[in-house]
């Protein structure tokens, strides 16, 4: 059997210099990295090694014109984009013309099922493979959805499961287990024409809660089982690994801006000084110290410092507690419907800004009952210590993602391919019970 990889496509570097661009567009901020694989450093592998990338500048300014990742105003969304990029520029001293870009509005989702295909000889050849994998491109098309992502969880062969790299094998008929991540067509070129007009190249459009996973999870959890839940300002992302594949994604449309706007409206105060209660105040867990403890609150359009009201904390924590509950619980709900309720063998892991408040992560573990922890971007060297945080997890991702191979899908080839009875994961449930 050949030991070359499938016929891939990874991230491009921008001008041809091994420089790779990343550009994250968040519900509110928008970050550019611009790094390059580090020399002698190993390549991502199925056993879990990566290439560390080495940061070269960074960017990142408020997401004006932007709303749970989605272009609401074409001018201002451009003016921020421009901003942040020139900033990661000038650090990085590169002029850069093109970018991979972040993807986290449009509806996106996964689908999992199985494609089938009789061989027309005997021994599995890489156009064999390309063309059920080019099936799950066919099947978001249909549904007038774009795909970001077709991955194959595994492959059987005249009935031989749990097979990682079919090629060279003798057989009739080859099966895939697959998975595919596709959004809404118009969010896509929504967005691609925005970063255009920034005389900008899109290489390619990634999943949110598929790179914030790369970033943060170690090969360990990869392997054994984990879920990453990313917590944005507008929305929260699910995302299960199992055996270094992504198996499963969900969101919500709930995220730190929707625990800011409730305590706003809840102490009659501005939005930017709700930020900052939750910020510097905030907390997902009651104390007996609450109750004792008081906390300033300026009223909307109150000047005077010297005149506030003072509230116990215990308030403040009323408010933050049940939006994060919901939050959580309706990803629990969201997972066991689809059966992942027993969530990952090696836990859960936090990404992303909303998840720094304080006692989010011992809530999460009470709400999912499982072990929980806060994760941070690793594989990259030269961050500042402004973004070392969780909320730069996607674009470090974005940056990995770069140098992990995909898949090439051949758009012209067409392949059969079985929907599953029952519906959502129904021929891959077996699958997923046996292996998860």
């Not at 609401?72 to 900033?87: K, L, T």
């Not at 650090?91 to 986290?104: E, F, K, N, Q, Y």
């Not at 109150?302 to 939050?327: A, C, F, H, W, Y």
């Not at 392949?415 to 519906?423: D, E, K, L």
Request: net charge neutral; with cysteine.
């Amino acid at each position: 059997m050949s030991n070359t990889p499938f016929h891939m496509q990874g991230g491009a570097s921008s001008s041809g210099r091994h420089i790779v661009t990343a550009l994250d567009i968040g519900s509110t901020k928008i970050t550019c990295f611009i790094g390059k694989p580090m020399s002698g450093r190993t390549r991502w592998t199925e056993d879990g090694q990566r290439v560390q990338m080495r940061i070269m500048g960074v960017g990142y300014q408020p997401a004006s014109g932007v709303r749970a990742g989605a272009i609401v105003d074409m001018e201002a969304a451009e003016g921020a984009i421009r901003a942040a990029v020139d900033q990661a520029e000038r650090m990085a001293r590169v002029t850069i013309d093109s970018v991979v870009a972040s993807l986290s509005c449009g509806r996106i989702g996964g689908e999992s099922f199985e494609v089938e295909s009789s061989l027309a000889g005997d021994q599995v050849t890489d156009k064999d493979v390309q063309s059920l994998l080019n099936a799950g491109y066919e099947y978001a098309q249909m549904k007038g959805r774009s795909s970001l992502h077709v991955l194959p969880m595994d492959f059987s062969l005249d009935g031989n499961r749990a097979i990682e790299d079919p090629r060279g094998l003798y057989g009739k008929t080859l099966r895939a287990n697959i998975h595919v991540v596709s959004t809404d067509s118009g969010a896509i070129r929504n967005l691609k024409a925005c970063i255009e007009r920034c005389h900008l190249v899109v290489e390619k459009f990634v999943a949110v809660p598929y790179v914030s996973g790369l970033s943060v999870l170690q090969p360990d959890e990869l392997r054994l089982g984990v879920i990453n839940l990313d917590m944005g300002g507008e929305r929260t992302n699910a995302s299960v690994f199992h055996r270094g594949k992504l198996v499963f994604l969900t969101s919500v449309a709930l995220g730190g801006h929707h625990i800011t706007t409730d305590i706003a409206r809840g102490l009659s105060t501005s939005i930017a000084h709700a930020e900052r209660l939750k910020t510097f105040h905030g907390s997902a867990l009651v104390s007996s110290q609450d109750e004792r403890e008081l906390i300033a609150v300026p009223a909307i359009g109150d000047n005077d410092e010297t005149e506030v009201n003072r509230i116990p904390k215990s308030m403040l924590t009323g408010i933050i507690q049940p939006r994060l509950e919901e939050t959580f619980e309706m990803i629990r709900d969201r997972l066991e419907e689809n059966g992942f309720g027993s969530g990952g063998d090696s836990g859960i892991v936090l990404s992303g800004g909303a998840c720094q408040l304080t006692g989010a992560r011992e809530l999460a573990s009470r709400i999912f009952s499982q072990q929980v922890r806060k994760g941070q971007p690793q594989y990259v060297s030269g961050l500042p210590e402004a973004a070392r945080g969780p909320a730069f997890s996607a674009c470090a991702g974005l940056l990995l993602h770069s140098q992990v191979p995909e898949f090439h899908f051949d758009q012209k080839q067409f392949s059969r391919f079985h929907r599953a009875r029952g519906g959502y994961l129904a021929r891959v449930g077996s699958w997923l019970r046996e292996n998860f």
